[in-house]
């Protein structure tokens, strides 16, 4: 059986909030329907476009802006370079003009109220993600696409053998399991970021993923430098207060600071002490899921509900740890991004498969192998911090209340994040001889929690906090 091939860039993707599989995977999938029409040459004999919205995506896809990407998509803007200050604007004009300029070419009639249809109580059996595209020909013919939205922005058709797109590749040390990792390392001596690296050989040369990582690097100290310094409400009607920005102006004193590296130094000249530490990180990871729950530029790590653990334990390392060196951060971010996709591989990271475990508890355990290995630990001693934070997610449940990725996802990114450098310090003082559970049994574990997990806690907003906390949310 050939081994699926994922790169770093696969596992960290640049987007927009506030979902990975609900926002940016049918953001994703209506540009590829986009591509296929264009491709058989019928772009511009399109006379009507209409979404089917399935499962979660149609239950909760008001409060994740599905909707809202699926017309970003068609319109052919892209989620990396898209000017997320817009997207008010541009909704409000296709709601009132009732057109779409598909691709940014052809104009169609199209009243967003009556076109896309949020079918509530319809699922399609492959994965609960799932959306049709169908289009009617000037000459009378149609065509009707369905993508699955499987999660961390992956996107794929039931026929499709790799997600998103990806390009197949040979790679020089094929990794389906941590129990792979472990021997490629072994037999070479090489340290886990490092066989990484050798991997991503596979699709560029190494200074193209070096400043391809520092990129994505750069856009996650953006984002939680201007979540901590941006105030107000987050949309959507819940009336959640930003919180980020307070907290940040309490622990500088009341001093602000106008660009990231000068904050930097402001936070390591405050001290080390176990509180002040304590309270950067959380201040960290909720500046980054409230710039996510506003529909900001966030990087899916690996979804964007979990987009604040891997950005705070990173700015954690930075600050605290000395880390602030290229390398250190790159073979952070490597070994991080390879945990992740053992886990997609051997389970899930969408929530509507797995619940938040497949989330959070995926990001923690990226975050805490990252921090282990950058810390100067062993191989062993990095899946074996991954295994610590995610055994301690286990059975975690998706219960957004509203839909919306705001309660209880932001503080649980501070939570996780916590986890992850607890995770870490543990398996630093550790002897991974001993260890009685194994990366590859908390995978499978998590798979089998996933699978025995009422649907309820998938991403439905139909259990736990979502049907306890009364609300009325406002009309879209």
Known sequence: MPHEAISVFDMFKIGVGPSSSHTLGPWRAAQRFLQSLEDKGQLFNVAAVRVLLYGSLAKTGKGHGTDIAVLLGLSGDDPVTFDVHLIDAKMEDIKTMKKLLLHGKHEIDFDPAEDIEFLMTESLPYHPNALTFLA?????????????????????????KVAGGAAAVQLPFPIDKADDLL?????????????????????????????GMLNIWRVMKECIFRGCNTRGMLPGGLNVTRRAADLNTKLLEGRSYTDYDTWLQAIRDGGHHFKYTLDWVSCFALAVNEENASFGRVVTAPTNGAAGVIPAVLQYYVA????????????????????GSIFKKGATISAAMGGCQAEIGVSSAMAAAGLTEAMGGTQRQALMAAEIAMEHHLGLTCDPIGGLVQIPCIERNTMGAIKAITASQLALQSTPDFAKVSLDNVIKTMWDTAKDMSFKYKETAEGGLAVHIPISLPEC
């Not at 000037?138 to 922005?153: K, L, Q, R």
């Open 136 to 160: 009617a020909f000037h000459n009378g013919d149609s065509v009707a696409e369905t993508w699955y939205s499987i999660g961390g922005g992956f996107v794929k058709r039931e026929e499709e």
């Open 183 to 211: 021997h490629w390392c072994r037999k070479t001596g090489l340290s886990i970021s490092e066989v990484v690296m050798e991997n991503e050989h596979s699709w560029r040369p190494e200074q193209d993923t070096r400043l």
């Open 320 to 339: 605290f740890c000395d880390g602030y060196k290229e390398d250190k951060i790159l073979q952070f971010m490597l070994t991080a991004a390879e945990i």
